[in-house]
């Protein structure tokens, strides 16, 4: 793939067709020129341009790590940039600060949710821009109406009264998109606004970043669900380990090509999985009922088999992870652990037990973010390594580093605090976690949601090294195609039951899709 | 139905219910407790405190927490003495007492907003170095003050309530307005709760915070005022042991220290029950000694038999 150069004339005029709908004849309103940016031990952007007109959605895509969000806190003034300058409407500025962003017109929505959990919802929209009466007095009326219209025309009607932190994810994503309406932006960023939010809720997103495209905003679009950046982009710029990769039309560019320079080799195999013949059972559970969870739960793993879990959020999918790590209480049933009885109790008696949890939410649960990566890796198991109490610091970051390289963590080095790293390192970390345990049953639930192509590929290809190990694995997944792709048995979840059982070669997209939906009853599948 | 009821029983702070079964039990054993003039006492008593606990909320809704309001009582209350006993006029002596506050919640404020210090180290290390500050201007003596003026701020009378009470339910109307229809109750809440998201919308978080500890020094300043003002002097020690009442009042009445959760109106609550606690044993003739390490005992178990129930009723997340 050739890289497709935008020509900016002496003027700084182009014409440029969109969709062949629109047309657009007019300078860049912004423009990033050179724009470089280094983290401590970590190079985030080389020399990147990037800019976008009036009127049209710029999709910015790239890997987790690739420096896409990076470039959009910059221009938000969230951070700032070592070299290399901004232009508005052909003309420098300096963005070092939020507030001068703001000024400009330029305003977006970070991946992190920017929002205060005890402030009520309008409270949040209007942060630090709530309207007055006699210049200091809080209009609490005139602030709820022009919340709840906001939110309208996302089609949200929820009680702006309440506490934020009472709503869940997708309604706070879409209070963190008012927030930033609420200031009528000349430029939006929007930085993976969808990952939390339905299939409808999206669809209202995309109405809504239409219109103001219509109306002459300029829109800059960070994802890398390659589906939805088709509907909604004009252009594209990919990102590749902080360097432009490539960029132009949309329509240039087919999902492969996108995935291509992304990951800037060659996805020769999606789900990469050498099967074999199950060894002997690690995990079996016989009428398990969970508290408020799951009923009458059958179903076994063997050594060297990856077992699927799925089923959609709320069909306890995850309680029963839980449960079987000893979190959440199990009311009755029979648990038989490696050839002997067992009752999850706690955590500690599990991972004892040899057993261990990749959680879905690596960033409250899985992993301690202010911890290095040293230490969350041996975090679970001091007291395997190090059973005379005191702790040899030179060992825990030679086992880290043994780990870094054999699980290829992209990290400067091992004291490095695992919250800069990105999703798809944080999630090796995680493993590594659970890896240096010695952990023979390990359960993911959701191993790559909100990592990247090229990672995904590598956890998977890491569980595929695992099970070949004989570690047998329970794998939970609302990624349809993961589950199909990896596992070795299927198991479909529906509220709170095991609704069919499918081997590997049985099972199929429709016949999974229909069962965990609900559409068909189990005998009929 | 009859769950809707029980909610809403729960959502009553459980620390009403301790408040309620107190009254009782004094009642019973303290003869006396129920007295006219004992229940002013009361008031008249918890005045002063009320001030300093809304002044310890607001900082610990910043997640920060202020551990030398008791000395910056003692420290407005000496500032104030020795104004007086240098010819300033009673009136302005008091409103330099409350200034002194202000600028010791502004140091405070500094060192933890520009030099990023520990909230606990930058005002531990403040109380130390006010004590010793109001040891030597005072040569640990107290500091006698005469004057009509405050004979009138403990005992007068304006509108059928005394003084001190009025004073307190003033500011306590001065703070939940300033809490909800200005710029300065949003960012405390907005600091505790997610300072990033504050400052992306372009405030100046360290002058924000900054200005949370400085009007929790001013109340400090304020009660100290209060405090001198009964007891005719000032004295470095006089709010000695105070911090950990205002703290434990705030908590009481629900503020927490995460994610600026709580407010100042439950706090009033907290200071009710220390407040009659103080006074109950005073009534029932419990010598000063013991009433220490009862009151921490009792102060600890109204905080976790507050948030056992809290977590009963779910109002609480985790476990």
């Given at each position: ?5 935008i ?12 969709t ?6 007019q300078a ?21 341009d ?12 790239g890997?987790n790590?690739a420096g896409k969000s990076t ?7 969230a951070y ?55 210049g ?6 005139r602030m ?8 309208a ?7 702006t009264?309440?506490p ?10 879409m209070?963190?998109?008012?927030k ?18 339905t ?10 970043i ?12 960070i ?10 982009g004009d ?7 902080g ?40 995990l ?11 009923k ?8 060297g088999?990856?077992v ?8 306890g ?23 002997s009885?067992?009752?999850?109790r706690?955590?500690?008696q ?14 409250t649960?899985?992993?301690t ?7 969350n ?11 005379y ?8 970051v030679?086992m ?6 054999d699980l ?32 023979r ?15 995904k ?12 190990k ?6 939970i ?8 792709g ?11 039951r ?16 229909s069962?965990?939906?609900?559409v ?6 | 139905?009859?769950h809707?009821v ?13 408040v ?6 004094y ?14 006492n ?14 310890s909320?607001?900082?610990i ?18 500032g104030f ?9 009673v ?12 600028i ?7 060192l933890v907003a520009?030099f990023?210090?520990?909230?606990f180290?930058?005002t531990?290390g403040?109380?130390?170095?006010l ?22 701020v ?5 509108l ?9 339910l ?23 709760g ?26 400090a300043?304020?009660?100290g ?30 503020t ?10 439950y706090t009033?609550?907290?200071?009710i ?11 029932a003739?419990?010598p ?23 977590r009963?009723?779910?109002t609480?997340?985790?476990?």
């Amino acid at each position: 793939m050739e890289e497709i150069e935008i020509k900016t004339g002496e003027t700084d005029e182009l014409s440029l067709s969109i969709t062949g709908e629109s047309t657009v004849n007019q300078a860049p309103l912004l423009q990033a020129r050179g724009i470089s940016k280094e983290f401590p031990g970590v190079r985030a952007l080389e020399n990147v341009d990037f800019d976008v007109y009036p009127g049209e959605v710029h999709i910015l895509i790239g890997e987790n790590g690739a420096g896409k969000s990076t470039l959009g806190k910059i221009l938000m003034g969230a951070y700032r940039h070592d070299s290399g300058e901004i232009l508005l409407e052909g003309k420098p500025i300096k963005i070092s600060r939020p507030i001068e962003a703001l000024r400009y017109g330029i305003g977006g929505v970070h991946q992190e949710f920017m929002l205060v959990p005890w402030l009520n919802v309008a409270q949040n929209i209007f942060l630090n821009r709530e309207p007055r009466r006699w210049g200091f007095v809080v209009d609490h009326q005139r602030m709820h109406e022009e919340s709840r219209r906001l939110l309208a025309s996302l089609d949200v009607h929820i009680d702006t009264t309440q506490p934020l932190k009472h709503f869940g994810t997708a309604i706070q994503q879409m209070v963190e998109l008012s927030k930033v309406m609420a200031t009528n932006p000349r430029v939006l960023i929007l930085d993976e606004p969808t990952a939390v939010l339905t299939e409808r809720e999206v669809e209202c997103l995309f109405k809504r970043i239409k219109e103001m495209r219509e109306q002459g905003v300029a829109i800059i679009f960070i994802s890398h669900r390659l589906q939805e950046i088709r509907e909604i982009g004009d252009r594209v710029t990919v990102l590749r380990d902080g360097k432009n990769a490539a960029s132009g039309l949309m329509s240039e560019f087919s999902n492969d090509d996108l995935v291509r320079i992304m990951v800037g080799r060659n996805i020769s195999q999606l789900y990469p999985r050498n099967r074999r013949p199950p060894g002997e059972e690690a995990l079996r559970l016989k009428g398990i009922s969970v508290r408020g969870g799951p009923k009458d739960v059958d179903l076994v793993v063997h050594k060297g088999e990856i077992v699927g879990i799925c089923g959609l959020v709320g069909s306890g999918r995850t309680e029963l992870a839980t449960a079987i790590f000893g979190i959440g209480q199990i009311e009755k049933g029979e648990v038989t652990l490696f050839g002997s009885k067992a009752t999850p109790r706690s955590p500690a008696q599990m991972v004892r037990k040899g057993v261990g949890l990749i959680p879905e939410d690596r960033k409250t649960l899985g992993l301690t973010m202010k911890f290095s990566v040293a230490w969350n890796v041996v975090v679970a198991s001091l007291r395997l390594h190090f059973p005379y109490f005191l702790v040899s610091y030179s060992k825990v970051v030679r086992m880290a580093e043994k780990f870094v390289k054999d699980l290829r963590i992209a990290t400067p080095s091992v004291s490095r605090q695992v919250k800069f790293l990105s999703g798809g390192n944080q999630q090796k970390v995680a493993l590594a976690k659970w890896l240096n345990t010695e952990s023979r049953l390990l359960i993911f639930d959701e191993p790559t949601r909100g990592i990247d192509v090229g990672a995904k590929v590598e956890i998977h290809t890491l569980m595929d090294n695992l099970v070949q190990k004989d570690i047998a694995i329970l794998m939970i997944s609302s990624d349809l195609r993961e589950v199909l792709g990896m596992s070795d048995v299927v198991y479909v979840m529906y509220q709170g039951r095991i609704n069919g059982k499918f081997s590997h070669e049985e099972a199929t997209q429709d016949k999974v899709a229909s069962l965990m939906l609900g559409v068909v009853r189990p005998n009929e599948a | 139905m009859k769950h809707k009821v029980h909610l809403r029983l729960l959502s009553i702070p459980p620390v009403s219910w301790i408040v309620l079964v107190l009254f009782i039990v004094y009642g019973f054993f303290a003869p006396g407790f129920f007295s006219a003039s004992n229940l002013w006492n009361i008031g008249v008593q918890a005045a002063p405190l009320l001030v300093l606990a809304i002044g310890s909320t607001i900082v610990i809704l910043t997640e920060g927490i202020d551990l030398s309001c008791g000395i910056v009582l003692g420290f407005a209350g000496v500032g104030f003495a020795l104004l007086v006993q240098h010819g300033v006029p009673v009136w302005l002596a008091m409103l330099g007492g409350v200034l002194l506050g202000g600028i010791c919640g502004l140091i405070n404020g500094v060192l933890v907003a520009s030099f990023h210090l520990p909230p606990f180290i930058a005002t531990l290390g403040m109380a130390s170095v006010l004590t010793g500050a109001g040891l030597v201007s005072t040569a640990g003596t107290s500091i006698a003050v005469r004057d009509s003026v405050l004979d009138f701020v403990t005992n007068g009378v304006l509108l059928g309530i005394k003084m001190p009470i009025l004073i307190a339910l003033v500011i306590l109307g001065a703070v939940l307005f300033l809490m909800k229809f200005t710029a300065f109750g949003r960012n405390v809440y907005a600091l505790g709760g997610n300072p990033e998201a504050l400052r992306l919308t372009g405030a100046n978080i360290s002058v924000a915070l900054i200005m949370a500890y400085v009007v929790a020094g001013v109340l400090a300043g304020i009660a100290g005022i209060l405090v001198a003002s009964r007891t005719a002097s000032g004295h470095i020690d006089s709010g000695l042991g105070w911090d950990f009442d205002a703290i434990a009042a705030t908590i009481i009445g629900g503020t927490s220290f995460e994610q600026g959760k709580g407010g100042v109106g439950y706090t009033i609550l907290g200071v009710i029950l220390i407040a009659i606690l103080r006074n109950g044993l005073n009534v029932a003739g419990v010598p000063n000694m013991y009433q220490f390490a009862l009151m921490g005992t009792v102060v600890l178990g109204a905080i976790i038999f507050d948030i056992m129930v809290r977590r009963l009723s779910g109002t609480e997340e985790g476990r």
